[in-house]
């Protein structure tokens, strides 16, 4: 079993920035991605960002690309989002992901508010 446990939201206005981070322990694997999903209210989970954790490749939506910044820390075994330049439409619960083959695991979620 995986747990991941995130953490860095909160309240923000528009333009400002958070930072995200998501601390992964339990079962370990010899190749998996990490990443990030939000989900507003009244609509459906989306992808936001992904590291690949054997070389660092990342991939984003296109709503985030350009402002927000994943990053992983192989030694503390976690990942973090640097959102800058915030939008209210970023608005939403942030959740952390771990996918290996047929392994998916979630985080709990973690509220990020942008006032505008």
């Known amino acids: 079993q995986v747990q991941l446990v995130e953490s860095g939201g909160g309240l923000v206005q528009a333009g400002g920035s958070l930072r995200l981070s998501c601390a992964a322990s339990g079962r370990t694997f010899s190749s998996y991605v990490m990443g990030w999903f939000r989900q507003a209210p009244g609509k459906e989970r989306e992808f936001v960002a992904a590291?690949?954790?054997?070389?660092?490749?990342?991939l984003y939506s296109d709503s985030v690309k350009g402002r927000f910044t994943i990053s992983r820390d192989v030694a503390k075994n976690t990942i973090s989002l640097q959102m800058n330049s915030l939008k209210p439409e970023d608005t939403a619960v942030y959740y952390c992901?771990?996918?290996?083959?047929?392994?998916?695991?979630w985080g709990q979620g973690t509220q990020v508010t942008v006032s505008s």
């Open positions: 992901n771990l996918l290996s083959g047929s392994y998916f695991y």
């Open positions: 590291i690949r954790w054997n070389g660092g490749s990342t």
